[in-house]
C-alpha cells in the first residue's frame, strides 16, 4: 500500500516467506523541527531503504507485480475488513481517502459505506495500481471510488476529506513526515487519520518486522503533527487500527 522497479518487489517475496535479517540499530533520529534532520541515513537492510525516521528503517514499496497477494483468498479472514469497517463508523455523504488503495481491497468496502453521496479516492503512486484499480471496480459496479495520481510526498487529493486510511503502507512511505503534513492540511475540521499496521509488538504476526509497526512507533511518528491520539482498536487478528484527529487550528 503500496502507495508509495520490479527489483522491490522481491521485498514482497522476502516478506511472504519471511527471509532477511532483522533490521540493525538504527542511528538515532535527529531534530524533527529542523526539515534537512528528519530523517538519518544508516546501515540499509535487505528489506529497508537505509533510511530512518525517529530510529525506524523505512521500508522497501510493494510494486504492482505483486499486486495479485492483495487480493488472495485469505484476506478476508487475516485482516478481517468487516472489523475495520465496523471501527471506521463512517456515515452516508463521508468523503475518505483510501492511501495505497492497491486494487481497492477496501476501497469499494467503504464505497458502500459512504454510499452514492459520498465519494472514495482510492489514490496511488503508480499508473499501473490505477488501472487495476479501475478494473476492479468496474467488475463490481462500483462508481464512487475514484483514481488519484499521488506522489512520494502528497496524496493530491482533490477536495478535503474525512477520513484518511493507510492499510500496511505508512510503513513504506519514503517522506512519512512530508505525506502525513500533506494530508493533515487536506482534512477537514475533526477529520481522522487511520492507520492499520501489523503489530510490531507481536513476534507471532508472521509478517518481516520492517513491515510491522508498534502502537508506540506509529504514535512517536505522530506527536510532531497536528494531530490527537483517539484510539487503539485490537480487534483484529494481526495488526492493530490507530486512529487519530486533527486539532482544531489554535
Known amino acids: 500500500m503500496n502507495l508509495f522497479s520490479a527489483r522491490r518487489s522481491r521485498a514482497l517475496i522476502l516478506l511472504l516467506l519471511g527471509l532477511g535479517a532483522s533490521a540493525p540499530s538504527p542511528l538515532p533520529a ?46 478476508d479472514q487475516e485482516e478481517r475488513p468487516d472489523l475495520v469497517l465496523k471501527a471506521l463508523a463512517l456515515k452516508p455523504g463521508d468523503v475518505v481517502a483510501d492511501l495505497g488503495c492497491g486494487t481497492g481491497y477496501f476501497s469499494w468496502r467503504m464505497a458502500q459505506a459512504v454510499g452514492a453521496k459520498g465519494v472514495v479516492y482510492g489514490v496511488e503512486i503508480q499508473p499501473e495500481m490505477l488501472d487495476l484499480l479501475a478494473t476492479k471496480m468496474k467488475e463490481r459496479g462500483v462508481t464512487n471510488v475514484v483514481g488519484v495520481l499521488g506522489t512520494t510526498t502528497d496524496p493530491k ?9 493507510m492499510v500496511d503502507v505508512y510503513h513504506e512511505f519514503d517522506h512519512p513526515w512530508e505525506m502525513i503534513d500533506a494530508i493533515c492540511r487536506r482534512l ?33 511518528e505522530m506527536a510532531n503533527q497536528p494531530l490527537e491520539h483517539v484510539e487503539t482498536v485490537r480487534t483484529l487478528p494481526r495488526q492493530h487500527l490507530i486512529i487519530f484527529r486533527k486539532k482544531p487550528d489554535p
Request: no cysteine; proline share 11%.
Open 30 to 75: 535527529q531534530d524533527k523541527a529542523a526539515p534537512a534532520a528528519r530523517y538519518q541515513p544508516g546501515v540499509r537492510t535487505r528489506d529497508g531503504i537505509g533510511k530512518y525516521y525517529f530510529g525506524r528503517e523505512i521500508a522497501h514499496y510493494m510494486t504492482h507485480f505483486a499486486a495479485p497477494w492483495l487480493d488472495r483468498p485469505e484476506r
Open 157 to 165: 487529493l482533490p477536495k478535503p476529506v474525512d477520513l484518511v486510511i
Open 188 to 220: 477537514k475540521p475533526g477529520g481522522r487519520i487511520v492507520f492499520v499496521e501489523y503489530r510490531g509488538e507481536d513476534p507471532e504476526v508472521p509478517i518481516k518486522p520492517l513491515h510491522k509497526m508498534t502502537e508506540a512507533q506509529v504514535r512517536k
